[in-house]
Every structure is written in structure tokens, then in C-alpha cells.
Antibody, heavy 121, light 108 residues
Framework: QVLLVESGGGVVQPGMSLRLSCEGS????????MQWVRQAPGKGLEWVAV????????YYRDSVKGRFTISRDNNKNTLYLQMDSLRPEDAAVYYC??????????????WGQGTLVIVSS | DTQMTQSPSSLSASVGDSVTISCRAS??????LAWYQQKPGKAPKLLLH???RLESGVPSRFSGSGSGTEFTLTIISLQPEDFATYYC??????????FGQGTKLEIK
């Protein structure tokens, strides 16, 4: 079955950087678009970024543009989110999710368990 | 961006009841809508896509309807495991995805 395992979360000070990883298994990773979605404590789901199956197309929500970078290594079945210039409002559980399609333009049919990012001085 | 508005934000119901959750899009999204269920401390789980297509393994007491800007999620004969938070998600105006703010279904 599909398994997505995130890692890399932790406590960082404002302005610092963090890189999240998401390793996929149980499916052909290189054939699917992948997403990052976050959820601040007690809040709803917020889409963050998407990457197409081949890594050529990437899109971000406005509030993270220029600070976050989504990437993937299909040889390692791993998705990444490089988060720079972190702000307190970036604190959340970050989920990776598998898209239904290679484009990343569809629904999210599998999710990881999430990794917690805390931004605090 | 397409805004998604769910109502109500919360509701209480009893085991065996039927409930309906609404989701409204700020512009037409045809049937490019998915519903997810999330339990505390857990990842979201896909329930339906294409507004009304049940994901494999999801019980048939869940159903969805709607198109354009108005959508509903209906759960009949509520079971104890159905008490959770539900989110709608539009994927028509991609690559930017948007979620509704969530509806918390609580036991009365």
C-alpha cells in the first residue's frame, strides 16, 4: 500500500531554515505529482506547494513564494521542502500528499502522517 | 484564487443521525471537488472526488453531490467513527489548490 513518511521537522528560530523530507513507497513515485499541505495548531488545512512528477513544474502559495522551495529526487523516491527565512506564522504540521495524477492538478489520494515545525525564539 | 466556504463550521449529531455539510466555491469549479475526513492527531483521508465519486474503501453511507459552486457532503446513519472534521478541496483552478475551513462534527 502507499506509504508516505515525512521527517525533518523541529524547533527553529525566526529567520532560520529547515528542510523537510517525504519518502514514498508502495507506488511508482516518479509517476505522480506531489504536494505539501500544512496545518497550524487548531486550524484548517492550507495548501503550500506542488511539484509535477518530473519536477519541471512547481507552484507555491503566495505567502511562501521566494522563501520555500519544493523539489524531488525520483531516484530516492523522496520529496523535499526547503524552508528559508521562517516566520512564526509558518509553524504547523506539514503533510506531504500524493496527487492522483502526474501533473499535481488533482485530488490528494494519500497523505503522510505529518511533521511538526515550530518557529519560536 | 478560488475561495471555499464551508457551513456550518461545527455541528452536533447523534449516532444513527444523518447530516449534511455544505461547501460553496467563489467561482464555478464544475465537479472538481474532493472531500476529506480528519480525526484529531491524524492525517486527512480522502473520501470523495469529482464531487460525488466515492474513494475505494469508503463506506457507502458517505455521499456527495453538487456542481458549479454549490456542493454537499451527506453522511447517513452516523457511526461513532464518523465524528471528525471534514474539509472540501477544489482542484479546478489549479495549480493553486484551496480548502474549505473545515466542519467539525461532534457527538451530541
Amino acid at each position: 500500500q502507499v506509504l508516505l513518511v515525512e521527517s525533518g521537522g523541529g524547533v527553529v528560530q525566526p529567520g532560520m531554515s529547515l528542510r523537510l523530507s517525504c519518502e514514498g513507497s508502495g507506488f511508482s513515485f516518479s509517476n505522480f505529482g506531489m504536494q505539501w499541505v500544512r496545518q497550524a495548531p487548531g486550524k484548517g488545512l492550507e495548501w503550500v506547494a506542488v511539484i509535477s512528477s518530473d519536477g519541471r513544474h512547481k507552484y507555491y502559495r503566495d505567502s511562501v513564494k521566494g522563501r520555500f522551495t519544493i523539489s524531488r529526487d525520483n531516484n530516492k523516491n523522496t520529496l523535499y521542502l526547503q524552508m528559508d527565512s521562517l516566520r512564526p506564522e509558518d509553524a504547523a504540521v506539514y503533510y506531504c500528499a500524493k496527487d492522483h495524477d502526474n501533473s499535481g492538478y488533482y485530488w490528494f489520494d494519500s497523505w503522510g502522517q505529518g511533521t511538526l515545525v515550530i518557529v519560536s525564539s | 484564487d478560488t475561495q471555499m466556504t464551508q457551513s456550518p463550521s461545527s455541528l452536533s449529531a447523534s449516532v444513527g443521525d444523518s447530516v449534511t455539510i455544505s461547501c460553496r466555491a467563489s467561482q464555478a469549479i464544475y465537479t472538481s471537488l474532493a472531500w476529506y475526513q480528519q480525526k484529531p492527531g491524524k492525517a486527512p483521508k480522502l473520501l470523495l472526488h469529482g464531487a460525488s465519486r466515492l474513494e475505494s474503501g469508503v463506506p457507502s453511507r458517505f455521499s456527495g453531490s453538487g456542481s458549479g459552486t454549490e456542493f454537499t457532503l451527506t453522511i447517513i446513519s452516523l457511526q461513532p467513527e464518523d465524528f471528525a472534521t471534514y474539509y472540501c478541496h477544489q482542484y479546478y483552478n489549479t495549480p493553486i489548490h484551496t480548502f474549505g475551513q473545515g466542519t467539525k462534527l461532534e457527538i451530541k
